[in-house]
């Protein structure tokens, strides 16, 4: 059989060099040097606006009176350094600073990044927050906590949606900045004011300050399973960090990079990876509205039928939704696939259905695959750290380490965790000494938790693949050990498309379970009414009989009690934000979910659910 044919993309990484430490320890590098990098992302955002001043930087659809989105709205780098230029001399009057940075509480939008740009210029961190925080959360208790790591001196927000968390968690004196609309009862600036002020001979003194060790933002932890935690995110992390990034990945400077995307900046996947990655080769970045959620993912397909691409990031269940419009929306196969040279995911595991369906489409419309990316990274390395090797990518393969970070292979309890150390590594969290102490080790590289293993163990120019979290994997009664990353990655791909993810249980019991989080897909499959509650669904007779056929298939490919899978629930209930069981990539925390589900777990296990589904023998 010929091997299938891919378009062009060079890999910047193909070989590594591996040297032993002590016993059960070994450090993995590239062989590639890092190249020299910018001391400050303003030095390159400058330099975009002196050579190409009138080129797009940023556009987004202008928000309509009915609440749809129109044509694009677009600010070029010219516009986008002056801008930025009157934001800083603001904030500079206001003597705002590490200790009394800005807090940002909206989604994605051209005032969200001019006012970022500004807040490096006049080397002010800022802090880009989650929005259900503010918009989805009822308690408000991480926006509290956010606020008070940071003590802000300065708060911006879109508009009045923001005001009612405003109100809650806002001190009466602390300056509030919108765009539109107010908050009941305070005073508030409005944005344009702010970019209205006349920039003086004191922000070129206060770019000239900035450096390399500067603070440009606190990034949050998702916060999972404890409070968010504040991640440094100086100028050196990130300049380095797009600088292997460009190595790793050619594509980015090969061609002029226009990229169309919804991940939320407050994420390091979309506000350092991709705001980044623009800044740096001078690209421009089309703002996706939409998300890949039944209610969202059409105003991202209506903005990839028009705008294409030539590299597009996403998450899995982004590319999933994408791959089944393309099986039939012609406009869409025909835009996306017209230029791309990369497609890549992140944020949790691709199931193989997807992929083949991804494949199928484009060789249907161009005659060849777009190579899928991936790799391994983390909001405290920049992200970019680990990335493959060659266009046969399969679920799970990672690669190999960018220019200039060090892995440190160390063997954990039958695992292999990886550890990095490089010039893209956060020197800690801020005002959290003791969380910042515990995440490195004595030889100074920062601890993932992150399980990996060889992809080929005779060949380790191939690189890594990933092997679950450590933290996440437990034992059971018998003492076997779960490695829950590979098991449930099976188990997605085994119930495509009904599956969105799984969280497996069984600690201290002798069989391992399974709670499925189901997809939409399944209303179809029940053959019920749109409006019939989701327990009802769940609880039809199709529906269960499909999963009794998956959980019989996986029992054939069991080979022992820490990989068969001995029974099964379906949630009704989806993963929430505010307990932390879901982050802003949409992936699901396994322990999160565990210890807000612990009667579920229980019950589960003891069988007294309504309807519990086992292998049948």
């Not at 060079?10 to 910018?38: C, I, M, N, S």
């Not at 494949?359 to 970019?384: A, C, D, K, N, W």
């Amino acid at each position: 059989m010929n091997a299938p044919k891919f378009r062009p993309l060079k890999f910047g990484v193909t070989r590594v060099t591996l040297r032993d430490g002590v016993p059960g320890t070994h450090y993995l590098t590239a062989e590639q040097p890092l190249q020299p990098f910018a001391e400050r992302m303003t030095d390159r955002l400058q330099h975009w606006a002196q050579t190409k001043p009138e080129h797009s930087f940023m556009a987004r659809r202008v928000k309509q009176a009915d609440g749809t989105t129109g044509d694009w709205q677009h600010i070029t780098y010219a516009q986008a350094w002056q801008t930025a230029r009157s934001i800083a001399q603001g904030l500079i009057n206001r003597g705002l600073s590490a200790d009394r940075p800005v807090v940002i509480l909206s989604e994605n939008s051209l005032e969200h990044a001019l006012l970022g740009l500004g807040c490096m210029l006049a080397g002010v961190p800022y802090v880009p927050t989650s929005p259900p925080y503010s918009l989805v959360s009822v308690d408000y208790d991480k926006l509290k906590h956010v606020l008070k790591t940071v003590t802000p001196g300065m708060v911006f927000a879109s508009d009045a949606r923001y005001a009612k968390a405003i109100a809650a968690t806002v001190s009466d004196d602390m300056e509030v900045v919108l765009v539109e609309g107010g908050v009941d009862g305070r005073q508030v600036t409005p944005f344009d004011s702010l970019c209205a002020t006349a920039a003086t001979p004191a922000v070129d003194a206060a770019i000239a300050a900035t450096g390399p060790d500067t603070i440009v933002k606190f990034l949050f932890t998702s916060g999972s399973t404890k409070l968010p935690k504040a991640v440094i995110n100086t100028q050196r992390l990130w300049c380095a960090n797009q600088q292997q990034m460009a190595q790793s990945m050619p594509v980015l400077a090969e061609k002029e990079l226009v990229l169309v995307d919804w991940l939320p900046w407050n994420h390091t996947f979309g506000g350092n990876h991709n705001v980044g990655m623009t800044i740096y080769h001078g690209g421009t970045l089309y703002i996706d509205d939409g998300k890949p959620t039944p209610a969202l993912i059409g105003e991202t397909l209506r903005n990839l039928r028009e705008i294409a691409p030539t590299v597009y990031f996403n998450v899995p269940t982004g590319f999933e939704a994408i791959a089944n419009a393309m099986k039939t929306d012609d406009q869409l196969r025909k835009t996306l696939l017209s230029r791309v040279q990369m497609f890549f995911y992140a944020g949790a595991a691709l199931a193989q259905p997807i992929w083949d369906s991804l494949y199928e489409s484009q060789e249907r419309e161009v005659g060849e695959r777009i190579v899928m990316g991936t790799g391994l990274g983390m909001t405290e390395s920049g992200p970019f750290g680990i990335f493959v090797t060659n266009p046969f990518v399969h679920a799970g393969d990672l690669g190999v380490p960018t220019p200039g970070l060090e892995l440190k292979l160390v063997d954990m309890q039958g695992k292999t965790e990886v550890r990095y150390r490089g010039p893209n590594i956060t020197p800690g969290y801020w005002r959290n000494a003791e969380e910042t102490a515990g995440a490195f080790d004595e030889e100074g590289f920062f601890k993932t938790g992150d399980a990996v293993k060889w992809i080929d163990e005779t060949d380790v120019h191939l690189g890594l693949k990933f092997d679950g979290r450590i933290a996440e994997d437990f034992k059971l009664a018998t003492g076997t050990f779960v490695s829950v990353g590979p098991l449930r990655g099976k188990i997605i791909a085994a119930g495509a498309p009904y599956i969105q993810d799984a969280v497996l249980t069984g600690l201290n019991m002798k069989e391992v379970g399974a709670m499925i989080f189901p997809t939409p897909a399944v209303r179809a499959l029940s053959g019920l009414g749109a409006d019939v509650p989701m327990s009802d669904v769940l609880a039809s007779a199709p529906v269960l009989a499909k999963f009794q056929d998956i959980v019989n298939e996986l029992a054939k490919t069991g080979t022992g009690s820490a990989n068969r899978i001995a029974r099964l629930c379906l949630l009704s209930e989806p993963p929430t934000i505010d307990k932390g069981e879901i982050t802003d990539k949409g992936s699901i925390n396994q322990r999160s979910v565990l210890t807000h589900r612990a009667d579920t777990v229980a019950a589960l296990h003891a069988d007294t659910l309504h309807y519990i589904v086992k292998p049948q023998t």
